[in-house]
């Protein structure tokens, strides 16, 4: 196979630097990867003189059908709360230049088993629905679904519920539970082996793709956190029907979160493409919880 074009909207943010950077190593390029552009507004940031110097070609200009022909591949990683229409345009772009690959900025939870409560962020599923409907069909569109990123997830941890200082875990649903989670690096490296596989055989890659760099359940988190403090972590269940209806009357996303964790709605662990993009860890080791959690010396770091 030729090595492919890629084009990554947003690849100087938090996801599309990283996916820029992998798609641009000489791990992937240039035998698997041709041209990296990468699209962006600012063309005089310190983070694109960077990827310049790696090789990625810069476009800040009106992207349309013709700054994208000769692409293969777009990945868009741009931020959850740009507008729906600034990803339709840029899918319509993509199809009209007869892209083969689109990725829609999804890299969340697989919001087809959250029903009801996936509503908090049905923009992600308009955008990736009117990306598949383009040119009939013909554009092929692989959502990725990570349940979070890692390094995020524990950002914040009373958010979450997660009370170190108190050494409390209040939670929703089920302790045991578990729920999946990506870092960073293992996610953008995923995209770019999907990208790749895609360009060769459609078929080979799912629509619907999910990933699950490390999965846990409450129980092990506290245990994790509790190795870290030298003190055992209580685990305290709080009001679910409250928590679905902060989702359902003020569309809250953290409380989905909290209930996506708690209800096993996030767990990928039986169903990914982990062995597709990275079979038996050939490629790269997964990061875990535990390592996040070392790192972070139970989360007081996060």
Do not use: C
């Not at 039986?270 to 139970?298: A, Q």
Request: net charge negative; hydrophobic share 40%; no cysteine.
């Amino acid at each position: 196979m030729s090595p492919i074009n890629v084009a990554i909207a947003g690849g100087t943010g938090n996801l599309g630097l990283p996916v820029a950077h992998v798609f641009l190593s000489a791990a992937f390029r240039p035998s698997q990867v041709n041209r990296v552009v990468v699209l962006t507004r600012d063309a005089s940031s310190a983070k694109v003189k960077e990827l310049q110097s790696l090789g990625a070609e810069i476009y800040d200009g009106t992207i349309d059908a013709k700054a994208l022909q000769g692409i293969d591949v777009v990945v868009n990683t741009y931020s959850q709360y740009s507008p729906t229409e600034v990803s339709e345009n840029l899918a319509k772009a993509a199809a009209d230049a007869g892209v083969k690959v689109y990725f829609p900025s999804e890299y969340g939870m697989d919001l087809r088993s959250l029903g009801k409560y996936g509503k908090p962020y049905e923009g992600k599923t308009i955008a990736a629905d009117f990306a598949r409907q383009l040119n009939g069909g013909a554009l092929k569109v692989i959502s990725v679904y990570v349940g979070a990123f890692l390094e995020i997830l524990f950002k914040f941890p009373m958010a979450l519920g997660i009370d170190t200082p108190n050494r409390v875990i209040t939670m929703i649903g089920d302790p045991a539970a578990k729920f999946s989670s990506s870092s960073v690096r293992d996610i953008a490296s995923s995209i770019v082996r999907l990208a790749i596989l895609a360009v060769q055989d459609p078929n080979s890659v799912p629509d619907h793709a999910r990933l699950s760099g490390t999965a846990a359940s409450m129980v092990e988190l506290a245990e994790l956190i509790g190795k870290e403090h030298g003190a055992q972590i209580q685990i305290s269940v709080g009001d679910i029907e409250a928590v679905k209806a902060k989702i359902e009357n003020e569309k809250d996303k953290i409380a989905l979160a909290r209930y996506a964790m708690g209800t096993g709605k996030a767990d990928y662990s039986d169903d990914n493409v982990n062995e597709l993009v990275n079979p038996n860890e050939s490629l790269w080791t997964w990061y875990s919880i535990r390592e996040e959690v070392e790192r972070t010396k139970g989360l007081q770091s996060a």
